[in-house]
C-alpha cells in the first residue's frame, strides 16, 4: 500500500505577496459544444497538427513575420536554450526547504551558505540559483548561447553589462547580464560544461478502451516532492509591451509562438501577451520560453519547472500542499502550450510552476492568434484566480 505523504510541523511565513491566503474570486473557463439538439457534445482531446489547432485565424508564417517587423536574423545573439533562473531571497534557509519540496536538490552550496545551485535531473548543472541578499530580488533568467563570439555580439545590445568569469558556479562558463527596456535582467552563458544526466523516471503504461498493454503490471506510485527535469519557461507583466517585444525579437533568436489580443477603442485588434520560442530552425523546441503580458505595473509573473508526467505532478501538488504551501492555480490543462499546469508560491511571494506534456514548435509552426480571456488559459483546472492574471 502506497505511504501517504507526512505531514511535518513546517508552516510557511507569509511573503511578500498581498495574494497570500486570500479566498480567490472565481472566473469562467472554456466552454462546451452545442450538439444541435438541445445538449452538449461529449468533451474530446485529440493531438492535431500546429496548423488545424491554430485554426482559420491569422495563420502567418515566422519568418515572415519576421521580415515584416524589419528583423534581422543575422544580428540575432543565437540562443541554444534557457538553461536556469537566478533569484535573491532574504531567507535561503525558508527557500531551502521549499525547494527540495518542490523536487529540486542542491548541488552546491558556498562556504558561508549563502549561495546555492539547485539541479534537476536533466543535463543542466543547474536550474536554479538563489543567494541570499537583504531582499526578495529577480536576477534574470539564463539563456545557454552558440558560442563564445555570441556572448562579444552581446554586449554590444544597450543595456549589456560585462562578461564575467564564472569561477564558483558548477559547470563555470562566461556569463554576461543585460538590462532589458523594462529593466529586467537576462543573462547569457557560455563555456558551461556539460554536466551528466541524472535518473529518468519510468514510463508509466496506460490502458485504453480497447487498447490495453498493462496486462498483470500494476501502476503503484510512491508519495512525495515532484522531481524536476529542467527549466522550462518563465515571463513578465510589463507596462511597456511593444518595447519589450521588440528588444526580444530583435536581439535574439526569439519567435512569437502565440500572440494574444483584445480589441481597442477603434475596434482593431491589439495584441496584448505573447509566448515566444527559442528559433532553433527544423529542430523541435519547447512552445515558449519566454512570455511577456501587457499590464499596468510592471513584475515578473512566474518562472516554470518540467516533470515527468500527471502522476507525477498530481502526486507533486498534494506533496505541496501536506507541507501547507500556497496553491495558485492547478492542477490543470493549458491551451495554448498544451502543458499540464500547478502554479504555487513559493516561500517569499514568487509564482513557480510544475509543467508536463508541453507543445513543441519549429520553424514550420505558424505564428498563431487567439482572443484573450480565461477561456485561452485553460481547458480544465479550477478556477482562474484573479491575481493569476493581476
Ligand atoms: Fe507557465
Not at 554590444?156 to 547580464?177: N, R, V
Not at 513578465?236 to 511593444?242: G, H, K, L, S
Amino acid at each position: 500500500m502506497a505511504e501517504t505523504a507526512q505531514k511535518t510541523s513546517w508552516t510557511p511565513p507569509q511573503g511578500n505577496s498581498s495574494q497570500f491566503g486570500v479566498d480567490r474570486p472565481a472566473t469562467q473557463t472554456a466552454k462546451a459544444q452545442d450538439d444541435g439538439d438541445g445538449g452538449f457534445r461529449p468533451n474530446a482531446g485529440a493531438s492535431m497538427l500546429d496548423m488545424e489547432a491554430i485554426g482559420d485565424r491569422k495563420n502567418e508564417n515566422s519568418y515572415e513575420w519576421q521580415k515584416k517587423q524589419g528583423i534581422d536574423r543575422s544580428k540575432q545573439v543565437q540562443i541554444v536554450k534557457v538553461s536556469h533562473m537566478r533569484y535573491q531571497h532574504n531567507d535561503l534557509d525558508t527557500m531551502t526547504k521549499f525547494l527540495k519540496d518542490f523536487g529540486m536538490h542542491i548541488v552546491k552550496e558556498s562556504e558561508d551558505k549563502e549561495r546555492i545551485w539547485w539541479r534537476g535531473y536533466g543535463n543542466d548543472q543547474y536550474v536554479y540559483y538563489a543567494q541570499k541578499g537583504p531582499e526578495r530580488k529577480f536576477l534574470g533568467g539564463c539563456f545557454e548561447v552558440e558560442s563564445h563570439a555570441e556572448l562579444e555580439k552581446a554586449t554590444k545590445i544597450p543595456g549589456a553589462g560585462k562578461i564575467e568569469e564564472m569561477t564558483e558556479a558548477p559547470g563555470g562558463g562566461h556569463l554576461l547580464t543585460i538590462h532589458d527596456p523594462a529593466g529586467f535582467p537576462i543573462n547569457l552563458i557560455y563555456g558551461q560544461e556539460p554536466a551528466p544526466r541524472g535518473d529518468y523516471p519510468n514510463k508509466i503504461i496506460h490502458n485504453y478502451e480497447v487498447e490495453k498493454p498493462r496486462v498483470r503490471k500494476f501502476n503503484r506510485f510512491t508519495p512525495g516532492p515532484a522531481a524536476v527535469h529542467k527549466l522550462g519557461h518563465y515571463g513578465y507583466c510589463v507596462t511597456n509591451f511593444e518595447e519589450e517585444l521588440d528588444f526580444y525579437t530583435k536581439n535574439f533568436n526569439l519567435i512569437p509562438t502565440d500572440f494574444l489580443y483584445v480589441p481597442d477603442e477603434s475596434g482593431q485588434n491589439k495584441d496584448v501577451a505573447v509566448f515566444m520560442h527559442v528559433d532553433r530552425g527544423e529542430d523541435p523546441t519547447d512552445h515558449h520560453t519566454l512570455f511577456m503580458a501587457h499590464n499596468p505595473t510592471t513584475h515578473v509573473h512566474h518562472a516554470s519547472f518540467e516533470v515527468h508526467d500527471f502522476d507525477t505532478q498530481n502526486l507533486g501538488h498534494q506533496w505541496l500542499g501536506a507541507q501547507g504551501y500556497t496553491s495558485v492555480w492547478g492542477v490543470g490543462r493549458h491551451i495554448l502550450g498544451s502543458q499540464i499546469f500547478d502554479y504555487w508560491w513559493d516561500t517569499t511571494g514568487n509564482m513557480i510552476e510544475h509543467y508536463a506534456d508541453g507543445d513543441l514548435v519549429n520553424k514550420d509552426t505558424p505564428i498563431g492568434w487567439m482572443h484573450a480571456g480565461d477561456e485561452s488559459l485553460a481547458v480544465w483546472g479550477p478556477e482562474v484566480p484573479k491575481w493569476f492574471l493581476d
